[in-house]
Every structure is written in C-alpha cells, then in structure tokens.
C-alpha cells in the first residue's frame, strides 16, 4: 500500500468513527432507570395526550412513517401511545372489578384480562415505543381493535397490508404477530413497536425483579403473582413476541 493510499484509508476510516450515527452511539451508550421502564416518569418523551405521547426518536420515526402512508391513501391513526403506570393499572384494575363482579375468581380474572392486556409494570406502552393504529379513512366501528377489522373486508386491511409492506423499513415491528405456536398476548395486528429503541429497553427491562415490583405495588388480584404464575407470565406475555424484537 502506497502512503498516500494509507492515509487516504486512516483519515476516511477515523471519520467513520467520528460520524457514525448518533442512533447507533444511542444504542450502544444508553441506559434507562427503573422509573422509565415502568412508566413512571420518562425524559424521553414528547407530545401530550394519550396518543401523541411517544419517545422522541420513535416520534419522528412515525411521523415520517404517517407521512408516507398519506402519499399511498392510507391515514395512520395511533389510538393509544405511551401509558403511564397509573394509567395501566386502572385500566386492569377496572377490568379486574368487572369480571369479579361477574363471578369469575381472582385468577380467573387475572387470566382473562392478560389475553389482551398487562399488568400494570410489564406493559410495552410504558416505554413509548409502541403505538396501537388504525386507518383515520374509516368510521371507527364500536370496538376499534379487533382482528377482523385488519382482514377481509374489515376497514383497516389497507393499513394492514401497507405496514406489512413498508413498516419495518421505517423501524416498526408488529409485537403479537399471528403465529401458531406463540403464546402469552393474544395475535394484536394493530401493535407496532419502534425497534431501535423498544429493543435496548426491553434488555433493560429483564433485569428488573418483576415479581418483588408487582407485589410491592399491591395491584388488584397481586395474590395470584405467584413465583409460577409469574414465571409463566414472563416467559409468555413479555417475552414471547416477534423475534426480530430481541
């Protein structure tokens, strides 16, 4: 190698040091507190109601995601955004009343309300990097999030199909995906998750001790939070979800 070469070589490959992407540098670099990871306070964070509210690099991400569905006719609508931890317990707590009220028993309450939701905690909400959508073309019909308004003739199948096509390129994986063999959160065709960051809190997230957190908290229910049922919930419910998010 000629020196002129050399240095050609040394000098290009330091700036690719010094430029590499602030993104990358984030993800090596950042580390995020117990509060963050539970929804209990997030620096990150712009926007200020319940579906605006999203990290900001997934913010931006989104925007630019939205801007190019309108281009294609389709209106990305997000329905819910960043939740609080207040915000999921009552959302369980409320849920948890009403099936006990209907007789159901305290794990068989707990058991019903995880299929589609979390305990307050473990939700992926907490952290504002995932975001539930629909199309903003249609009439909302009674119950927004069901699967068969993303298929057939339902009014979100465009949307359904646009962001199989295009969503992870702008950085959003679907969490629940339709898979078989997956258990824990029933199959959530509206759930995207904005990888880039859900992916270093979720490696964050498992070095929690979940169980002393939930019992700590005295949600509605906590008796049922067994070591068991606790391994069980982890194992399903948080972690088994579509693979390109670990």
């Known amino acids: 190698m000629n020196r002129k070469h050399f240095f050609k070589t040394t000098i290009l490959s330091g700036l690719s040091i ?30 200020d109601t319940y579906t605006s509210k999203m990290n900001k690099e997934a ?84 119950s927004v999030l069901e699967e068969e308004n993303f298929y057939g003739n339902g009014p979100y199948c465009q949307l359904k199909n646009w962001m199989d096509r295009y969503s992870e390129s702008y950085g959003f994986y679907e969490v629940y995906t339709k898979n078989p063999n997956r258990k824990g959160v029933k199959y959530e ?13 979720l490696k964050e997230y498992q070095k929690l001790d979940i169980k002393s957190i939930l019992k700590e908290e005295k949600i509605l229910g906590h008796e049922c939070f067994t070591e068991e049922f606790i391994f069980n919930y982890k194992t399903e419910n948080i972690l088994d979800i579509n693979p390109q998010l670990f």
Do not use: C
């Open 189 to 201: 065709p509206w759930h995207f998750s904005y990888a880039p960051v859900s992916i270093p809190m």
């Open 59 to 142: 913010k931006v991400a989104f925007e630019k995601m939205k801007t190019a569905a309108l281009k294609d006719g389709i209106n990305i609508e997000v329905v819910s955004a960043y939740r609080s931890f207040q915000k999921q317990k009552n959302i369980f707590e409320n849920k948890y009343k009403r099936f006990t009220n209907e007789g159901l028993t305290p794990i068989q309450s707990v058991e019903k309300i995880i299929e589609y939701s979390t305990i307050p905690g473990t939700s992926r909400h907490h952290w504002g990097t995932d975001i539930d959508i629909i199309d903003a073309n249609y009439p909302k019909p009674i």
């Open 18 to 47: 010094v430029f590499l992407p602030l993104n990358s540098f984030y993800l090596i670099q950042k580390k995020y507190s117990k509060n963050q990871l539970l929804g209990k306070g997030n620096p990150d964070l712009t926007g």
